[in-house]
């Protein structure tokens, strides 16, 4: 017996240690039921872990207006059109220097001031009383915006003659059919030469051939040719904020410049859309700055807006950077993406992604994982 074993020891020792390897291989990948149900029965149980959380609310955050444009050269004077009608023919082009008394373009008016013609039948009634109507509305949009600082006197006292004619029109108009009295009213003029009111350098042009343009439009500037000024475009709501004299900064690239409101125009569509485009004095020129470059208009306008927001530590980053919140719903982990905006001292602006009042996690979030049971405290 003791020969047989000692002829066999590699081969015993050799089975021996594959039947531990085996055995080890079946622990590591729990395939003893025994060894599970034992592990099952005696594991003790491990309690929630205590997490701190906090409901996404509102806070006050300042209210900042941004508007971008670009640097043209500075207006030295606006020149604007007394008609309403088509550019038939445009003689210049930006940068172009001019002189005073110097045709700009050639405008195909379709109305003209006031002249006097004989009495038409009280079919002509509804067209004067529609021309004062839409004097009347103009006016009253132009006061507007006089009030708050978006236009020129010299635009209000133009509307202003408009409305003044097209009342006189009207109370002129004839009363009856057949009546031979003469009335005041618009009438076709035809080609009209707008020229430049002085010398300077051709910017800000606003308009085109074969553009219309209604009266009182702002059609170009005439600029110093060495100057340059912020132009941006504004939308009716922040001329409530950005008015004439109002300090902002400006960003142009890398450089940050203070500047001021110099002058707000309105610009009327094709669609007879009103925007506005404001002008931005620079203080001083800096170096490198050239026509055509973008910029933005930052305005501080020392008002508040609500917006929702969370504690800014509660925001967590995943592998693609992208931000996201861990939440807290029947005392279970969930995770939740957000985009956020800016931050408002301790808390950061939540722009998509999240309900108000939703609990998320505050701080480090360690060990826990979607899923988890948690105890709040």
């Given at each position: 017996?003791k020969?047989?074993?000692r002829?066999?020891?590699?081969?015993?020792?050799?089975?021996?240690?594959?039947?531990?390897?085996?055995?080890?291989?079946?622990?590591s990948?729990?395939?003893?039921?025994?060894?599970r149900?034992a592990?099952?029965?005696?594991?003790?149980?491990?309690?929630?872990?205590?997490?701190?959380?906090?409901a996404?609310?509102?806070?006050?955050?300042?209210?900042?207006?941004?508007?971008?444009?670009?640097?043209?050269?500075?207006?030295?004077?606006?020149?604007?059109?007394?008609?309403?009608?088509?550019?038939?023919r445009l003689?210049?082009?930006?940068?172009?220097?001019?002189?005073?008394g110097?045709?700009?373009?050639t405008?195909?008016?379709?109305t003209?001031?006031?002249?006097?013609?004989?009495?038409?039948?009280?079919a002509?009634?509804?067209a004067s009383?529609?021309?004062?109507?839409?004097?009347?509305?103009e006016?009253d949009?132009?006061?507007?915006?006089?009030?708050?600082?978006?236009i020129?006197r010299?635009?209000?006292?133009?509307?202003?003659a408009?409305?003044?004619?097209?009342?006189?029109?009207?109370?002129?108009?004839?009363?009856?059919?057949?009546?031979?009295?003469?009335s005041v009213?618009?009438?076709?003029?035809?080609?009209v030469?707008?020229?430049?009111?002085?010398?300077?350098?051709?910017?800000g042009?606003?308009?085109?051939q074969?553009?219309?343009?209604?009266?009182?439009?702002?059609?170009m500037?005439?600029?110093?040719?060495q100057?340059l000024?912020?132009?941006?475009?504004?939308?009716?709501?922040?001329?409530?904020?950005?008015?004439?004299?109002t300090?902002?900064?400006?960003?142009?690239?890398?450089?940050t410049?203070?500047?001021q409101?110099?002058?707000?125009?309105?610009?009327?569509?094709?669609?007879q859309?009103v925007?506005y485009?404001?002008?931005?004095?620079?203080?001083g020129?800096?170096?490198?700055?050239?026509?055509?470059?973008?910029?933005?208009m930052?305005?501080?306008?020392?008002?508040?807006v609500?917006?929702?927001?969370?504690?800014?530590?509660?925001?967590?980053?995943?592998?693609?950077?992208?931000?996201?919140v861990?939440?807290?719903?029947?005392?279970?982990?969930?995770?939740?993406p957000?985009?956020?905006?800016?931050?408002?001292?301790?808390?950061?602006e939540?722009t998509?992604?999240?309900?108000?009042?939703?609990?998320?996690?505050?701080?480090?979030?360690?060990?826990?994982?979607?899923?988890?049971?948690?105890?709040?405290q």
């Amino acid at each position: 017996m003791k020969i047989a074993i000692r002829q066999n020891q590699p081969v015993l020792v050799g089975g021996l240690l594959l039947l531990v390897l085996a055995a080890l291989i079946a622990v590591s990948y729990h395939l003893f039921p025994l060894l599970r149900w034992a592990r099952h029965q005696f594991q003790l149980p491990q309690s929630p872990a205590a997490v701190t959380a906090v409901a996404a609310g509102v806070v006050d955050k300042p209210y900042r207006l941004v508007r971008t444009g670009s640097l043209e050269q500075a207006q030295l004077l606006p020149v604007y059109t007394e008609y309403a009608g088509t550019v038939a023919r445009l003689y210049v082009v930006p940068g172009q220097a001019v002189k005073t008394g110097q045709p700009l373009l050639t405008l195909e008016a379709v109305t003209a001031p006031p002249v006097v013609q004989p009495a038409q039948p009280s079919a002509g009634l509804p067209a004067s009383r529609a021309s004062y109507e839409n004097a009347q509305q103009e006016f009253d949009r132009y006061q507007k915006l006089y009030d708050l600082g978006a236009i020129s006197r010299k635009q209000l006292e133009a509307a202003a003659a408009r409305l003044k004619a097209a009342r006189e029109s009207q109370g002129s108009a004839p009363a009856a059919s057949g009546s031979t009295t003469q009335s005041v009213a618009a009438v076709p003029r035809g080609p009209v030469e707008v020229k430049a009111p002085a010398d300077g350098i051709v910017t800000g042009l606003m308009t085109a051939q074969g553009k219309n343009v209604p009266s009182g439009q702002q059609l170009m500037s005439l600029g110093s040719g060495q100057e340059l000024e912020a132009v941006i475009s504004l939308e009716q709501s922040d001329l409530y904020v950005c008015r004439l004299g109002t300090a902002v900064t400006l960003q142009l690239g890398e450089q940050t410049v203070p500047g001021q409101v110099a002058g707000i125009y309105p610009e009327v569509g094709e669609d007879q859309s009103v925007t506005y485009r404001a002008h931005i004095k620079l203080t001083g020129q800096p170096a490198g700055l050239v026509p055509g470059m973008a910029v933005q208009m930052i305005l501080e306008t020392g008002q508040t807006v609500p917006v929702l927001a969370v504690p800014s530590a509660a925001l967590q980053q995943d592998d693609t950077g992208s931000c996201f919140v861990y939440t807290v719903t029947d005392n279970t982990v969930g995770t939740q993406p957000v985009s956020i905006g800016e931050t408002v001292g301790d808390f950061t602006e939540i722009t998509a992604g999240l309900l108000p009042d939703t609990l998320v996690l505050r701080g480090a979030v360690g060990g826990l994982y979607p899923g988890a049971t948690v105890v709040l405290q």
